[in-house]
């Protein structure tokens, strides 16, 4: 529950975390790399090779796989600012949609700056798609987004089921 009714845990950053990696490794990153592997695939002209829908879907697969293991380290990196940031927001009762955006822009940021500093870092080895650290911002962002309104729309429903009190039980 994200509203301001209780306090922000560790347990609950976890649970956030835990809940956008698995929007992120499952949904948004395949989604991002599909269509950024197929566009990448049309515009330079792969569809009439013989080994190009092959080699196309062995390098989506692959890198869906690389990025769901590499979103495990985004995951670990986000995990002390996402508490941060929900205690914050809990301490001053911020709105669902407050939740969401920030919790959203939070992991955008997070993203882009992991892949920066990756980028950085093997410049020699590696050239990236051009804007790869917006693609992986983008699914990042949208990730944390769906995890955070799931994690609000659950605790709101969790309220209006949850057992009374005993005091409040009549024999």
């Known amino acids: 529950m994200l509203?301001?009714?209780?306090?922000?845990?560790?347990?609950?950053?976890?649970?956030?975390?835990?809940?956008?990696?698995?929007?992120?490794?499952?949904?948004?990153?395949?989604?991002?790399?599909?269509?950024?592997a197929g566009w990448s695939f049309l515009a330079d002209g792969?569809?009439?090779?013989?080994?190009?829908?092959?080699?196309?879907?062995?390098?989506?697969?692959?890198?869906?796989?690389?990025?769901?293991?590499?979103?495990?380290?985004?995951?670990i990196v986000a995990l002390p600012c996402?508490?941060?940031?929900?205690?914050?927001?809990?301490?001053?009762?911020?709105?669902?949609?407050?939740?969401?955006?920030?919790?959203a822009l939070l992991a955008g940021g997070l993203a882009a700056l992991c892949v920066w500093l990756l980028e950085t870092y093997w410049s020699h080895a590696w050239a990236p798609l051009p804007y790869l650290r917006l693609l992986i911002a983008v699914s990042a962002a949208a990730a944390a987004a769906i995890a955070t309104w799931r994690t609000d729309s659950r605790g709101r429903g969790a309220a209006a089921t949850a057992p009374r009190p005993r005091a409040d039980v009549r024999s």
């Not at 845990?9 to 950024?36: C, H, K, N, Q, Y």
């Open 3 to 36: 509203s301001g009714m209780r306090t922000w845990t560790v347990w609950d950053a976890v649970a956030l975390v835990e809940r956008s990696w698995v929007w992120m490794a499952f949904v948004t990153t395949p989604v991002t790399i599909t269509v950024g």
């Open 46 to 75: 792969g569809i009439g090779r013989p080994e190009g829908p092959p080699a196309l879907a062995l390098t989506v697969f692959i890198l869906v796989v690389v990025a769901g293991l590499v979103t495990v380290g985004g995951g």
């Open 82 to 103: 996402t508490y941060a940031l929900g205690w914050a927001l809990a301490r001053m009762s911020a709105r669902c949609s407050v939740h969401i955006v920030a919790h």
